[in-house]
């Protein structure tokens, strides 16, 4: 795939040269010219950051030739053209050019809005702190209750800390700043990097986004090498302080990356997108809208016919029609024509008329086509169309079915994988606490306040399980479910059982902002 960037004063805009290019973008031999470690033997000596002892071997590597007898061989430089920054670097080259992954995340409107819906719903909606299974189990082993209270302000300190430690390891971003940019990244292109910095000491004291489109993955697993302005970084796996730099030698101490990455069992190294799956629909829908803006701007069907009828205009006067036309009317309204015809002859009578050819409105071409392709492209995210837009024919009964499908089969266990990678962070940090990525909500305040006080009833839950899920500190005595009097334990047999008959007819005619959502009037009723 070739892209076309046309640069005026302020502005650059991106547009594709035909559709083979688009559908062939994963091809090598289309997208070396854009990949920045596609660099030859030159220009490998003209970067940064690399040691002395791996110049030497890289000028060795360069220079070799074929040698015959006595010393003589060929002055040809084979090998520079052969040996690129892959082949140097040790680094295996990913399946997509990952600079076009970058930028069509941009250009596809249906792309942008369901990764964008992903990433606000997965890390987004920020971040909170619960306890591990070991200081549950701790926590449950204390029968006094003041231990009990002095534990629980204990754990709140711990997270405060634990807070502000992960809000202070930036100046310039706020922790879900950084996740943000990482999981952008993994969307867009299949892979996703956080950078860790360490202190002296050897103290996480940095914690960081690289952008993806910058990053190659090592042949032996051993680390990273990022290649940006001219200047090449080598990268540790997380964890390991022990690997030496490969590029720049021992008196470099690189910082280390948390690869995130899909998962594609065609590559072992890279992970891919999600929009690889919808290739074709993306190129359709540029291509069709293309196809439409070349209408309105380069369209070969007149607008009026012109017909004169006995007489013959002149030079000057055809030439004023024209230039009217052509020029004088476009990007203006109500402009007046003046054209001098002959008189009348006792033979003929001199008759001027314009028939307007497309009088009626213009529709885009290709709209149910469109359509498709923007199915197609949000099954390939799995993202429900309600969250990248309000189309007409949804109601409220598929809306709130799609939400609970997304967030329990795709919001759900992205958390799930990210909080295990970040968790590595926190448990250098605490083992009695563990992040985790707040959910999607699909019950508003109100009918989450009924569910808590009917757990609360039923001794399902103790209030402190309700403040501590709030955000809120634990109570004295919070700990001990509520001991309901006997006129109140019968209230709540007959309330959970709906033996009396107000309390039938009160759930029948609930409200669908208490429970299901009805379906829209004339969709007929639900399925169960």
């Known amino acids: 795939m070739e892209f076309i960037e046309e ?233 390991d302080q022990e690997t030496e730099n490969p590029i720049a030698g021992q008196e470099d101490r690189p910082n280390e990356v948390i690869h995130l990455k899909k998962y594609t069992p065609t590559n072992n190294y890279y992970g891919i997108p999600d929009i690889i799956a919808a290739q074709n629909a993306m190129a359709g829908n540029e291509f069709a809208g293309k196809y439409n803006l070349d209408y309105f701007e380069n369209k070969a069907v007149p607008r009026y016919i012109i017909t004169v009828k006995g007489a013959k205009l002149s030079t000057e006067s055809e030439r004023k029609l024209l230039e009217f036309f052509q020029v004088g009317l476009k990007g203006k309204n109500h402009r007046s024509l003046y054209i001098p015809l002959p008189p009348d002859s006792p033979d003929s009578k001199v008759e001027f008329k314009m028939e307007p050819i497309e ?64 968790n590595k962070i926190i448990e250098e940090k605490t083992d009695a606490l563990l992040i985790k990525f707040n959910e999607l909500t699909l019950t508003d305040e109100d009918t989450q306040s009924k569910i808590d006080e009917r757990y609360l009833r039923m001794q399902v839950i103790t209030p402190n399980e309700v403040r501590i899920r709030k955000g809120m500190i634990p109570i004295e005595g919070g700990d001990e479910v509520v001991d309901l009097k006997a006129q109140d334990a019968a209230e709540q047999t007959a309330q959970a059982g709906k033996t009396r008959s107000r309390d039938s007819e009160r759930s029948a005619n609930s409200p669908d902002k208490s429970g299901e959502g009805r379906n829209s009037k004339g969709d007929g009723r639900q399925v169960e």
């Open 7 to 239: 640069e005026n004063e302020n502005q650059q805009s991106i547009s594709i040269s035909n559709a083979a290019d688009w559908l062939k973008f994963s091809s090598k031999s289309i997208i070396e010219d854009t990949d920045p470690f596609n660099l030859e033997g030159d220009e490998l000596k003209k970067l940064n950051g690399l040691g002395s002892t791996f110049r030497r071997k890289m000028g060795r590597d360069i220079q070799k030739r074929f040698v015959g007898q006595e010393g003589t061989g060929t002055q040809q430089n084979l090998l520079a053209q052969a040996v690129t920054g892959y082949a140097m670097f040790d680094l295996i080259e990913p399946p997509y050019n990952l600079d076009y992954l970058s930028k069509i995340y941009e250009i596809s409107p249906y792309n942008y809005s369901a990764i964008n819906a992903k990433v606000s719903n997965i890390v987004g909606l920020g971040y909170s702190f619960i306890e591990t299974s070991r200081t549950n189990d701790a926590l449950d082993t204390i029968t006094d209750e003041k231990q009990l209270e002095r534990a629980r302000k204990k754990l709140n300190r711990i997270k405060q800390d634990l807070e502000s430690w992960l809000e202070s390891v930036n100046e310039e971003e706020t922790f879900t700043e950084t996740l943000i940019k990482a999981y952008v990244d993994l969307e867009a292109t299949g892979n996703g990097y956080i950078e860790i910095g360490r202190t002296v000491a050897g103290n996480i004291g940095y914690i960081g986004h690289i952008p993806a489109k910058t990053m190659r993955v090592r042949r032996l697993r051993d680390g990273f090498i990022q290649l940006l302005y001219g200047k090449a970084v080598f990268f540790r796996n997380f964890g």
């Open 359 to 422: 009088a009626g409105t213009q529709e885009g071409s290709f709209n149910t086509y469109r359509l498709s392709n923007r199915d197609e492209i949000l099954l390939a995210h799995r993202v429900p169309i309600n969250k990248v837009g309000t189309p007409a024919g949804v109601n409220l009964a598929v809306a709130r079915d799609a939400d609970k499908t997304f967030r329990e089969q795709v919001c759900g266990p992205a958390q799930n994988n990210l909080a295990k990678k970040i």
